[in-house]
């Protein structure tokens, strides 16, 4: 079975996915990853725990869903980058296609910040090879996280030789075979995260972490709390900026669209869980904060693996799964600036992969030093790092959103949207189709601009 998602031949480039497995490997790798082990877990942690759980699960319902199914059903349709494929569907006119362009700003902003996570990633591969980083006293593993970020001349290496390696991969067009590894190593990541779970479970202050986790405290879900669980559920998707949209392009016209959307939502969901699950009671049981921020599974993480036999050989497993992980979706928010610079701008594949990744090694630097040099420059209170993550997340990704939901719903119509979805009525979920068409008509934007506007305190 092979996919032909991503190709360095562009003449390749839309033959389409060969197999309905390929399209639900290549989407769930975009979905999964960082997101999941590493964001997931410290928004939960910083936003009160339960509470924010449960908002994020709605929003990925009520929001994330829809706009996932409208993008790849738009993106099948156009069959082009996010500009063109907007172009074509929209009245002439209309400037629905600038919902691409800021796509393409979005990948640049999740690129800067999420290969600098990578970057940390890699670094405890080694780390954990090198076994200095296994232990359950805070302050060892804290104190370890912090050398790393703090370090310019580290912090800076590791996200060239992650931005090297992903460019490397573009460029010798070996996508597919990573894609296909990927779909076979993912499972063991999912064993070693059941396994996590159980040592966990095992932990002394295993009701406390729980608790934290799955029972919610309402007082805790302020207006900012719900953006930030909303931006979660797009960022998780990688939805909101045309990441799907471009993925939809090479879906063939026989795959069942809410189906493979519904089983990437699940799966996603799942290793989330996972990994909270793993996280929490190790949190309480060795007296972490919650509260830790990006560190927290960097410092927890080796905690739990310390009580276990094989432990150290076992985090290595781990942290290069992680990067497996990572690598999946990074490749796929590549996917948007490169189809765009190819298909629009006419570079060949291989310089808008290049120029891709300069343009990253220059912005991305600004998140790498975030910690170490430039650790004064401030701007909005945030640094570089955070000031990319909040306004992807928090802003681009909802605003795609909006827009993309305001564009079936309004713009494109039912009749095609739900010929989409049904694949001509060849499939029996027209009712579903309807139920999806109205939250994208009316639920999802409003709710969307309503949690925009009071989590920035606009309104
Ligand atoms: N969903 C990816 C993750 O969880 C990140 C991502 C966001 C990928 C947006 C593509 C687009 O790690």
Redesign the pocket.
């Known amino acids: 079975m092979k996919s032909n998602l991503i190709t360095t031949k562009p003449e390749l480039s839309r033959a389409g996915f060969t197999s309905g497995f390929g399209v639900l490997a290549a989407t769930l790798g975009?979905?999964?990853?960082?997101?999941?082990i590493w964001?997931f877990p410290y928004l939960t942690g910083a936003n009160g725990g339960a509470g924010f759980l449960l908002v994020y699960v709605l929003a990925t319902l009520l929001v994330g869903l829809p706009v996932m199914m409208a993008e790849i059903s738009l993106g099948r349709a156009g069959k082009a980058n996010p500009i063109s494929t907007l172009q074509s569907l929209a009245p002439k006119n209309q400037p629905w296609w600038l919902i691409g362009v800021a796509g393409m700003l979005g990948?640049f902003l999740?690129l800067s910040f999420?290969s600098e996570v990578v970057a940390w990633v890699f670094a405890y591969v080694v780390k954990a090879l090198r076994g200095s980083i296994l232990s359950s006293d805070p302050h060892v593993t804290e104190a370890a996280f912090g050398a790393l970020i703090s370090d310019p001349v580290q912090s800076l290496l590791w996200q060239w030789v992650v931005l090297v390696f992903i460019g490397g991969i573009l460029l010798m067009g070996v996508t597919k075979g990573i894609e296909a590894m990927t779909k076979k190593l993912m499972p063991i990541l999912f064993l070693l995260l059941l396994l996590l779970c159980a040592v966990s479970l095992s932990l002394d202050e295993v009701w406390e972490g729980l608790a934290f986790l799955f029972q919610p405290d309402f007082s805790k879900i302020t207006a900012s709390v719900v953006l930030t669980a909303m931006g979660l559920a797009f960022?998780?998707?990688?939805v909101g900026?045309g990441?799907m949209m471009t993925y939809g392009s090479y879906f063939r016209d026989d795959q069942n669209i809410p189906l493979t959307t519904l089983r990437v939502m699940a799966a996603d969901l799942s290793i989330s869980m996972l990994a909270g699950i793993a996280i929490f009671p190790a949190v309480f049981t060795f007296g972490f904060a919650p509260a830790a921020g990006p560190a927290l599974v960097f410092i927890t993480i080796p905690a739990v693996f310390s009580q276990i036999p094989m432990g150290q050989g076992l985090m290595v497993v781990f942290f290069v799964l992680a990067a497996i992980a990572?690598t999946g979706?990074m490749l796929?928010?590549m996917e948007v600036p490169v189809v765009i610079l190819h298909e629009r701008v006419g570079l060949s594949r291989t310089k808008a992969t290049l120029l891709t990744i300069v343009l990253l090694v220059i912005l991305g630097s600004t998140s790498a030093l975030s910690n170490s040099t430039l650790a004064d420059h401030r701007l909005f209170g945030m640094s570089p790092f955070d000031l990319f993550d909040f306004v992807s997340s928090n802003i681009i990704?909802p605003v795609g959103g909006i827009f993309i939901a305001l564009f079936v719903g309004w713009g494109w119509g039912f009749e095609k949207f739900s010929r989409s979805l049904t694949n001509n009525n060849q499939l029996h979920n027209r009712h579903l189709a309807q139920m999806v068409f109205l939250l994208l008509r009316y639920v999802s934007p409003a709710l969307i601009l309503i949690v925009m506007l009071k989590g920035l305190k606009l309104f």
């Open positions: 975009s979905a999964v990853g960082l997101g999941n964001k990948a999740i999420y960022f998780k998707l990688s900026m990441t990572a979706a796929s928010l990704l």
